[in-house]
C-alpha cells in the first residue's frame, strides 16, 4: 500500500541553465526560483568558473556527431600545437572512454555505451583544457 503523502507530492522539474542574455543596461543578476527551497539571485559580474573558461586560447576542438547513434564513431577535429588526451565521462563521472595523444583529425569509438548525456574532456599536460557533453541516443 503506497502512504498518502507520496500521492500528494508535487511533480517536479529540473531545468538546466546553460545561457542567459542580459540586455544592456541591466543590474546582471539571475533569479531562480524553486519549489520549498526558497528564491536564490546571483550577480555574473564575473564569467563563471567552467571548463570553456579554463580552456587554453589556442585549442580548438570540434566533436561530431552529436547527437551520436548507439555504437558510433565520434570524431575529433583538433586544432592545437601539441597533442591531447581526451575521456569521456558518465553522468556519475565514471571514465567511460578514453584515449592519449590524439591530434588532428581524430576516431573514438563508442563502442556499446546505453543512450544518455556524457561529459567529455580534452587535456593537454594533465591540465584540461576544454570540455562539453555529448548525446547518445
Not at 522539474?13 to 526558497?38: K, L, N
Amino acid at each position: 500500500m503506497v502512504p498518502a503523502h507520496w500521492e500528494q507530492t508535487p511533480l517536479q522539474w529540473y531545468t538546466c541553465v546553460e545561457y542567459v542574455d542580459f540586455p544592456a543596461g541591466t543590474d546582471d543578476i539571475v533569479r531562480f526560483g524553486t519549489f520549498g527551497r526558497g528564491i536564490w539571485d546571483f550577480k555574473l559580474s564575473e564569467p563563471l568558473p567552467s571548463a570553456t573558461n579554463a580552456a587554453v586560447s589556442d585549442f580548438a576542438v570540434n566533436v561530431y556527431p552529436n547527437p551520436a547513434p548507439k555504437g558510433a564513431v565520434l570524431r575529433a577535429a583538433i586544432n592545437a600545437p601539441t597533442a591531447a588526451d581526451f575521456e569521456l565521462l558518465d553522468l556519475k563521472g565514471r571514465v567511460v572512454a578514453a584515449q592519449k595523444g590524439l591530434q588532428k583529425q581524430s576516431s573514438i569509438a563508442l563502442g556499446a555505451l546505453p543512450g544518455g548525456v556524457y561529459v567529455y574532456r580534452f587535456s593537454q599536460k594533465g591540465k584540461m583544457v576544454k570540455g562539453g557533453k555529448v548525446v547518445v541516443r
